[in-house]
């Protein structure tokens, strides 16, 4: 069966497309390698041992995403990853987000209609629920006012993929990402940030690995044990195998709503500081960091409720965060050497 998976060199979507592929599905990747690099490919062709049909298309020319679905006409459903994803250059460029995120999704949804493919995976975030009142989050906490561009780009995408569904044969699940870390274990694929990394994950390897001097650890006065504020870190790989469950959930017809959303997390919720002694433990060295003020924006405290994913979806996280941490950091020392 052959599936669509746009952003498929990115780092979720190329977890997504081995996933894929190692379940049996006909991949066709289409990316505009804006933020991924061609390379990609050939470390998702050495750990399945198949290389994805792959297509440079930039999904905000409308002409060119009707000629890629008239070209694909067997394709049979959509898992949507590519989009921007930093927060604050999505306060500094609001309509590139907009653009970005908002007129792609538009496009492929005008398709998706027009050639009758039902079946499609959106990727959403927790951001949705700010800070939400109670731990951990379940999917029907409210969704807060956007704290930027970005995190609004995922609320209006829900939102449209909802209108629409209710009034098409298109079929959505919506997941609502905790934060991803880590790479494939096989460090053929992972995560390549441009310049300095924003997330926390990517920063910390690249200190181990001698980049970065030290980790500014943005704020140890929060309301938590330590005082470091708290995240769910969950394993692209496990993240992964989330929309393949997912999709194939959407194949099977057995979604009881046209829209279904699930958080995608661990359910566990780890510290900066808890991270930073992980890291340290699997990687065998000491991590220099110094504590700073906080960053503008962060919230105190999210962490998933997984139970509607582990029973309704019957997908549940594997890996620890040591697991994931060793994962990332293997892959980062093969980078450097
Ligand atoms: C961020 C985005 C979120 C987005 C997600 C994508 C913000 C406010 N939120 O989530 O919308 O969906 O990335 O991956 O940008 N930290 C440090 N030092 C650093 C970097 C991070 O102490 O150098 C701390 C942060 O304050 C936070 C935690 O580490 O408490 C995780 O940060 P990060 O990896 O950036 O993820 P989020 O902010 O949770």
């Not at 790989?237 to 997912?246: E, R």
């Not at 960091?289 to 509607?308: F, P, Q, S």
Request: hydrophobic share 40%; with cysteine.
């Amino acid at each position: 069966m052959k599936v669509l998976v746009t952003g498929g060199l990115g780092f979720i979507g190329s977890h997504t497309v081995v996933e894929l592929q190692n379940q049996g599905f006909d991949v066709v990747i289409v990316d505009d390698l804006s933020n991924s690099s061609i390379e990609v490919l050939e470390g998702i062709s050495r750990i399945t041992g198949k290389t994805p049909v792959f297509e440079k298309l930039d999904l905000r020319e409308k002409s060119q995403v009707k000629d890629f679905f008239t070209k694909h006409s067997d394709i049979k459903g959509v898992i949507h990853f590519a989009a921007s994803k930093a927060v604050g250059e999505s306060v500094e460029k609001p309509l590139l987000y907009y653009e970005n995120n908002i007129n792609t999704l538009v496009y492929i949804l005008q398709e998706l209609v027009q050639n009758k493919i039902g079946n499609f995976i959106f990727s959403s975030s927790c951001t949705v629920y700010g800070q939400a009142e109670k731990m951990p989050i379940t999917e029907d906490a409210s969704v807060q006012p956007a704290a930027s561009p970005y995190g609004n780009t995922k609320q209006i995408g829900e939102e449209i993929i909802t209108d629409v569904a209710k009034v098409t044969n298109i079929n959505a699940i919506l997941l609502r990402y905790f934060n991803p870390i880590g790479a494939h274990p096989s460090a053929e694929i992972g995560e390549l940030p441009i310049g300095v990394p924003q997330n926390l994950v990517p920063f910390i390897t690249q200190t181990g690995a001698g980049l970065r001097e030290s980790l500014s650890v943005f704020g140890d006065d929060y309301p938590t044990p330590d005082g470091t504020a708290i995240r769910d870190y969950i394993h692209v790989v496990d993240l992964a195998k989330a929309h393949v469950v997912a999709l194939q959930r959407l194949i099977d017809n057995k979604n009881q709503q046209k829209v279904e959303t699930f958080n995608v997390g661990t359910g566990t919720g780890s510290s900066v500081l808890e991270v930073i002694t992980a890291f340290e433990k699997v990687s065998g060295q000491k991590l220099p960091y110094k504590i700073v003020g906080r960053r503008e924006g962060d919230i105190t405290v999210a962490y998933a409720n997984t139970d509607k994913a582990n029973t309704v979806l019957g997908w549940k996280a594997k890996s620890t965060l040591e697991e994931a941490l060793a994962s990332a950091w293997k892959w980062e020392q093969k980078i450097r050497n």
